[in-house]
């Protein structure tokens, strides 16, 4: 069978590095190019032919449902598991195994809910099929592979090793990583064992190639960023918007400026770089806003200069403030004339007066 009917999607991870983005939003709802980051991901799978899609839940697990239902308006059919404990990712999969409806010998395909990538999923199966895999991952190439784990594979593709991250230069033996899509073979999500932690990276895939199986790698090094860090979360959603990650969820063209339907910019006010400004936000006269992000409700006064930054739901940025990559959380207030910079988070709920800042960072 050379296409897959069937995905897990691990959306449970609390999304810590990402504070305050994730105070009130588990990671995979935080909006990315004016829908939540998650539908990018569904509606990608779909266009692959995923018809089926369980949704391994933890953080925050009952926002998920009333949003997305039963999938029907993305077409697909969704189904939510919540972890009671966190169970890692090797677990979040075993834990979700009664839903799937494959049989042992077909595949399915397994989705990390932070990366944002334009791998080719069809191109993924079919390799898998082609090979007879029993585990088929995507990987990328990336220039530093120091934070990543790596795995090198043979002139056929085939998997012989996962490195934890390497610490000398002679350690860094590849520069494939592991990206964080898989396609199993049905039969082998059942070998991973059950009611406990397990870590699909540390323990699950060492496992199986030390037992004999075949895990096939494909390196596909289109377009991959991880969500991780906010900086990351506002590259990526700009990305989308500029259409340089590519989703067929982006609600409009893609272009330098994603505007939602009930915002308000003022005439003159200049907005850059695949900037969104989400539902009901207001931005004032004369404001500079490149790459970033304003969420709902929030409001941006006149003068103000955000750049690579994001702008929490109903927060608002004072006149003349200049925010350079900075994450300001929801329902925050920074009075006018301040000067935020450099990976400064001020928190959901926070006030800064007028003038109070000239300039801070978290380094």
Known sequence: MTEAREAILLVGGKGTRLRPLTVHTPKPMVPAAGVPFLTHQLARARAAGVEHIVLATS???????????????????????????????????????????????????????????????????????????DVSLHLTRV?????????????????????????????????????????????????IPAGRPVSVERETFPGLLESGAHLQGMVDSTYWLDLGTPQAFVRGSADLVLGRAPSPAVP?????????????????????????????????????????TVLAGAVVEPGAVITDSLVGAGARIGSRTVLTGAVIGDGAHVGADNELRDGIRIWCGASLPDASVRFSSDQ
Do not use: M, W
């Open 59 to 133: 953080y925050l697990a009952e926002v998920f449902e009333p949003y997305f239902g039963d999938g029907s308006s993305l077409g697909l059919s969704i189904e939510y598991v919540t972890e009671r404990e966190p169970l890692g990712t090797g677990g979040a999969i075993r834990n979700v195994a009664s839903r799937l409806a494959s049989a042992p010998d077909e595949p399915v395909i397994v989705f990390n809910g932070d990366i944002l990538t334009g791998l080719d999923i069809r191109a993924l199966v079919a390799a898998h099929a082609t090979s007879g895999a």
């Open 143 to 191: 220039e530093d592979p120091r934070a990543f784990g790596l795995v090198p594979t043979d002139a056929t593709g085939r998997v012989t090793a996962f490195l934890e991250k390497p610490q000398t230069p002679e350690e860094i033996v590849t520069d494939q990583i592991n990206a964080g899509a898989y396609v199993f073979r049905r039969s082998v999500i059942d070998t």
């Open 252 to 292: 409009g063209r893609c272009g330098d400026r994603l505007v939602l339907p009930t915002a308000s910019v003022a005439a003159d006010a200049k907005l850059t770089g695949g900037t969104v400004v989400g539902e009901g936000a207001l931005i004032g006269e004369g404001a500079r806003i490149t790459g970033s």
